[in-house]
């Protein structure tokens, strides 16, 4: 299975709304819609932030939003601040029933 | 909420099984999937597999032939055996709550193989 392809940085003045997209195939992005995004600051682990494609978990700020639109996801970023400076990682479930991450985004926030 | 602490050697030689526990605390084992993902240093994730409480397994297919999880529900732990490790097995390795998404995490360790 391909990893799912990101772009390899996005970056934003503060305050500005940036989207990660996240594409995949007719297999697994296009498929399901579990889709899920993680954000990973260096040397910390991976933090949940969106999971079936638009859901938030509690402590998430509504900053963070999902979408997808055929075979690829976005995460967005409104209101992009300093602490939003990150990795983030999609992650698709895919019809050989496994599941797959997407290259990862370094998100930089000018 | 749960905790997760990944334990086990932290440098493996070429060719041996690399073996890693989970601890769960906080929380029962059962009724949940349970996963491992690693990170190579400096690269992306990559889901290596799950287990559910009761046994059944689901493995990347690009590492099948080589990963077996287990669990045990008496020790509320689940584990990690990959076999004939070389150089591209070393990451830090992350066990998980959950199979499709995963809100709990450990803190990951750090395993070479040379």
């Known amino acids: 299975q391909s990893a799912l392809t990101q772009p390899a940085s996005v970056c934003g003045s503060p305050g500005q709304p940036i989207t990660i997209s996240c594409t995949g195939t007719s297999s697994d992005v296009g498929a399901y819609d579990y889709v899920s995004w993680y954000q990973q600051h260096p040397g910390k682990g991976p933090k949940l932030m969106i999971y079936?494609?638009?859901n938030r978990p509690s402590g998430v700020s509504n900053r963070f939003s999902g979408s997808k639109s055929g075979n690829t996801a976005s995460l967005t970023i409104s209101g992009l601040q300093a602490e939003d400076e990150a990795d983030y990682y999609c992650?698709?479930?895919?019809?050989?029933?496994?599941?797959?991450f997407g290259t990862g985004t370094k998100v930089t926030v000018l | 909420q749960v905790q997760l602490h990944e334990s086990g050697p932290g440098l493996v030689k070429p060719s041996e099984t690399l073996s890693l526990t989970c601890t769960v605390s906080?929380?029962?084992?059962?009724?949940?999937?349970w996963s491992w993902i690693r990170q190579p240093p400096g690269k992306g994730l990559e889901w290596i597999g799950y287990i559910y409480y009761s046994g059944s397994t689901n493995y990347n297919p690009s590492l099948k032939s080589r990963v077996t999880i287990s669990v045990d529900t008496s020790k509320n732990q689940f584990s990690l055996k990959l076999r004939s490790v070389t150089a591209a097995d070393t990451a830090v390795y992350y066990c998980?709550?959950?199979?499709?998404?995963?809100?709990?995490w450990g803190q990951g360790t750090l395993v070479t193989v040379s």
């Open positions: 992650n698709s479930y895919t019809s050989s029933n496994t599941y797959v």
């Open positions: 906080g929380g029962s084992i059962s009724s949940y999937h």
């Open positions: 998980a709550k959950g199979a499709g998404w995963w809100f709990s």
């Open positions: 079936d494609v638009s």
